[in-house]
């Protein structure tokens, strides 16, 4: 398994420190599945080639039980010899430093963009070599695939799916080696081990720079995490819903600037405690609290023996621990806890778990959403989740200028994508409703004023008959 990255910048052996690694040297690294040696076929001022080779031990890993796929079946197997995960896992570990943009001696040569080839000897390409255009060029690449035969003794047999892949572009050393190390399993479509919620981490530090903008960002997600399509939302509704907030963005981190700013009005609470009320009112029995956080309302339904289902979502895992401990489910009595379930999921992708309950409520969510994302929000509850009852409440931006502490022009949470007047709400609602098969009412949640209305405005869908 080989790779090779050439530069001709000048001088061209500053790749040694991009790579910390000497051009003088050969370099070898034990690895868990095999051997990593770096070294140089050529290295002169004016053109320097770095090679990566890994001699896999695939008959060992058999023999040891270190065997996390399929793809490494006794004793026959193209692992020795293709691109593959064991290639994304021995980059990030021989080549870590430059991966994440980092040299010790020359950081302003790690910033800058320069003259790069990289050459994949064999790759694996499932989708063959129109899909590898569409996931290397978009980023910028001048592409060049070379097809192999099955069998060169019979050439009717055609081509295979693997091909020789050369890269070629004008560019930092680490966005090479972070496309290469995303897309390589991407195109595999496979890899050597357990895939869970680590690895959705690992996609969004290594790849999070460039896979928001990619136009194949849902293909690359879902194969990278290898086809675990909740993985593959997860990272998603991660990478465009939180923007710069990070992992970890929880319910709380989503709702602090809103809590101390509505702090002196109690404004969570009464907003908690009307949206329980009008689910209580409704006689709904399954429902549902999307986007639930730390499960403040969830708690409040579970006291009501009339909810004989209570289920909360959230893309936050973070959150969702945190509810967990509010809610204290591990130690609910049986018959209680079998009446609440937490969901791990975003707004914007369909999701049959969310179907067929009777009342849902939406407590200051929309708002967090931009354009495309709220349509898609749309959809997924109103035409697919289709619930009886559902309940959305969202800031009223007019009542702003009666918070002290908020500056003019600023909305309540820096991650609001906008915050609407009472009209701008009321048309939205009304156009939902119209779209699909809903009636809506309007109330205001808050201390009323007679020219700017209340805090918090809530929108109340029932579906038509």
């Not at 959403?369 to 697919?384: H, I, N, Q, S």
């Amino acid at each position: 398994m080989l790779l090779t990255i050439t530069t001709t910048m000048s001088p061209a052996t500053d790749l040694g420190y991009l790579l910390h690694k000497n051009p003088s040297r050969v370099h070898t690294f034990e690895l868990a599945f095999g051997v990593c040696h770096v070294f140089y076929p050529e290295a002169s001022p004016h053109r320097c080639t770095a090679a990566l080779l890994l001699d896999m031990d695939t008959v060992g890993m058999v023999r040891t039980g270190n065997r996390n796929s399929s793809s490494v079946y006794p004793y026959v197997n193209d692992r020795p010899y293709v691109a593959s995960s064991f290639m994304s896992v021995a980059i990030s570990r021989v080549f870590r430093e430059a991966l994440f943009g980092k040299s010790k001696h020359r950081q302003e040569l790690a910033d800058k963009k320069i003259p790069l080839e990289a050459v994949i000897s064999v790759l694996p390409c499932r989708g063959g070599e129109g899909s590898l255009r569409s996931l290397f060029e978009p980023l910028g690449y001048e592409v060049v695939a070379e097809g192999f035969d099955l069998d060169d003794r019979f050439p009717n047999w055609g081509k295979g799916p693997y091909y020789r892949v050369g890269l070629k572009a004008v560019t930092r050393l680490k966005d090479m080696l972070s496309h290469i190390n995303v897309l390589v399993p991407v195109m595999d479509n496979d890899k050597h081990y357990w895939v869970g919620d680590d690895e959705v981490d690992k996609l969004l530090r290594i790849g999070g720079e460039w896979l928001k903008d990619h136009p194949e960002r849902e293909f690359i997600a879902r194969r990278y995490l290898k086809n675990r399509r909740s993985l593959a939302r997860t990272a998603l509704a991660r990478l465009l819903d939180e923007g710069d907030a990070g992992p970890e963005f929880s319910d709380a981190r989503r709702r602090e600037n809103e809590d101390v700013i509505e702090e002196k009005l109690s404004l969570n609470e009464e907003r908690l405690e009307r949206v329980a009320d009008k689910l209580k009112a409704s006689a709904a029995a399954r429902v549902l609290d999307l986007g639930c956080g730390e499960g403040k309302l969830m708690k409040r339904l579970m006291a009501e023996k009339q909810f004989s289902t209570v289920t909360g979502l959230d893309v936050s895992v973070r959150s969702l621990e945190y509810a967990r401990q509010r809610l204290r489910l591990d130690s609910l009595p049986e018959k209680m806890a079998g009446r609440v379930s937490l969901l791990h999921g975003s707004l914007i992708y369909r999701d049959s778990r969310i179907a067929g309950y009777d009342g849902a409520a939406v407590v200051e969510v929309i708002e967090h959403l931009d354009g495309g994302r709220l349509k898609a929000f749309e959809r997924v509850l109103f035409e697919f989740a289709r619930p009886k009852l559902v309940i959305v409440t969202t800031p009223n931006v007019e009542y702003n200028v009666k918070f002290e502490n908020l500056a003019a022009g600023k909305f309540r949470h820096s991650d609001h994508r906008f915050e609407w007047r009472r009209d701008e709400f009321e048309a939205w609602a009304r156009g939902v409703a119209e779209r699909f098969g809903y009636v809506v009412e309007f109330s205001s949640v808050g201390d009323v004023d007679t020219l700017l209305g209340a805090p918090t405005q809530m929108g109340v869908f029932s579906l038509c008959a």
